[in-house]
């Protein structure tokens, strides 16, 4: 039995809110890379209870896993991960040695339910494409909770429990993949093959980050490939083919001239095809003239609502994850 100790952290992580949880006594042998962090951002509201100071616990494999997937369901707007302070400097050390004049910005998450870290880079200068979003952060928590509780995941008339439910392998198409993050995320949780598109110009970086995920991929039984898509163009659409079981996407919906090459794109997948497709959106509602959209895609989708985030502190929406299907 082992003292756990609950300490606010200082300086760049107050800002986050970061908690950090780690042994109060620690043996020689267990060293220093073994604490917990649990990050929560500024718009998260936490309503699970965490253990107070000084509680013993039983430090076994079975008390470590338990916690991570109850850690899971800790995150609406952010993410939990593990991060020692030996890893801490060595995320520092990748940061300024890296010579790019956009200055990127490598984020690593971790994912409790794979036991894994996902390393993405960012290149904000660049644009919106190569930025983290909200709705992609609350789709990678839901994807996690989804594989650490299939049964009451509201993703379950979605997606299986894993992809051994599947004959072929769980086969996803991500649209608008921006950095790669949930396309990625979603091939290790789920064990599928995924392909993650976007604009040419976007296509670099993504295949970057997958490229530096290949060993966390592997090791999962998750496989991603790259490709171009630009909504709407057919002989995009043609290449990637339409041999998909599950098609996702987060913070699509935003510029209004791209409302209608997203539905023809979503038409292409959804519709005219020999098995049931599926479209899963995570999406933060930000303008009115996004009803628009919703109002044309539901001419040939049935569109229901299967989750929504708490709103976070000062806003009155939270991200709401929205299911597609194409009507008969």
């Known amino acids: 039995m082992v003292g756990i100790e609950l300490v606010r952290l ?30 929560f951002g500024l718009s998260s509201r936490v309503n699970h209870k965490l ?7 039983d430090t076994s494999d079975d008390f470590i896993q338990q916690w991570r997937c109850q850690l899971a369901c800790l995150r609406s707007s952010s993410m939990a991960f593990l991060l020692s302070p030996r890893q801490e400097e060595n995320e520092n050390q ?43 952060t609350s789709l990678v928590s839901l994807l996690d909770d989804h594989r650490c509780n299939h049964s009451d995941s509201p993703l379950s008339s979605v997606l299986p429990s894993s992809s051994e439910e599947q004959p072929h392998g769980l086969r996803i198409l991500e649209l608008g993949s921006g950095t790669g993050f949930v396309g990625i995320a979603a091939a290790a949780i789920l064990k599928a093959g995924v392909t993650v598109t976007d604009l040419g110009h976007v296509v670099p970086n993504l295949k970057f980050n997958v490229m530096s995920n290949s060993d966390m991929l592997a090791s999962n039984n998750g496989n991603v490939d790259v490709a171009e898509l630009n909504w709407g163009h057919r002989d995009h659409m043609e290449a ?39 479209f899963l959106m995570a999406h933060l509602k930000r303008w009115k003239k996004e009803s628009a959209f919703f109002k044309k895609a539901r001419k040939h989708f049935v569109v229901d609502v299967l989750h929504k985030d708490c ?18």
């Open 10 to 39: 200082e300086k760049k992580q107050r800002q986050n809110k970061t908690l950090i949880i780690h042994p109060v006594q620690q043996s020689a042998a267990a060293g220093s890379d073994s604490c917990l962090v649990i990050s």
């Open 51 to 57: 253990p107070p100071p000084g509680c013993a616990y």
């Open 311 to 328: 709103p976070p502190e000062g806003r009155r929406l939270g991200v709401v994850v929205y299911r597609f299907v194409g009507k008969q």
């Open 94 to 136: 990748l940061s300024s040695d890296d010579d790019d004049a956009t200055n990127p910005e490598l984020l690593r998450r971790y994912i409790s339910s794979i036991d894994s870290t996902l390393v993405i880079r960012q290149l904000s200068s660049r644009g919106l494409s190569f930025q983290l979003w909200p709705a992609a």
């Open 240 to 278: 990637i083919g339409r041999d998909y079981d599950v098609i996702i996407g987060s913070d699509v919906v935003y510029h209004d001239h791209l409302f209608d090459p997203l539905i023809e794109t979503l038409k292409y997948f959804l519709l005219g095809v020999d098995k049931k497709v599926v």
